[in-house]
């Protein structure tokens, strides 16, 4: 199983980014699979996640009406829309997904995911 994260960038404040999670060797239909952020000197911290149907998204409260989480399964592939960016969304994004029928944890904590992307950087400045 491979995940690659891409997209990110060096915007403004106020820009946008669309991150993408692109998947090999897992159905991301079959998948739920979650965005983190590690910013420096600071623990992962949990984003964004959608289920493998794609209809339960949950978002952590500081990006919620700015960041949108959706997937396609087609083309195996999800995806991150931020938008209104502020410096304190600098981080390193990462997705991270787990097979829908695995119990246990809420895919909220790092430790609840088994797959991981290599990461893309989001900087954002003021």
């Known amino acids: 199983v491979q995940l690659q994260a891409s997209g990110g960038g060096l915007v403004q404040a106020g820009d946008s980014l669309r991150l993408s999670c692109a998947a090999s060797g897992v159905t991301f239909s079959t998948y739920t699979t979650a965005w983190f952020r590690q910013a420096p000197g600071k623990e992962r911290e949990f984003v964004a996640v959608i289920s493998w149907s794609g209809l339960s998204i949950v978002y952590t409260d500081s990006v919620k009406g700015r960041f949108t989480i959706s997937k396609d399964n087609a083309k195996n592939t999800v995806y991150l829309e931020m938008n209104s960016l502020n410096p304190e969304d600098t981080a390193i994004y990462y997705c991270?997904?787990?097979?829908?029928?695995?119990?246990?944890?809420?895919?909220?904590?790092?430790?609840?995911?088994?797959?991981w992307g290599k990461g893309t950087q989001v900087t954002v400045s003021s």
């Open positions: 991270a997904s787990r097979n829908a029928r695995r119990v246990g944890g809420t895919c909220r904590n790092p430790g609840d995911m088994d797959y």
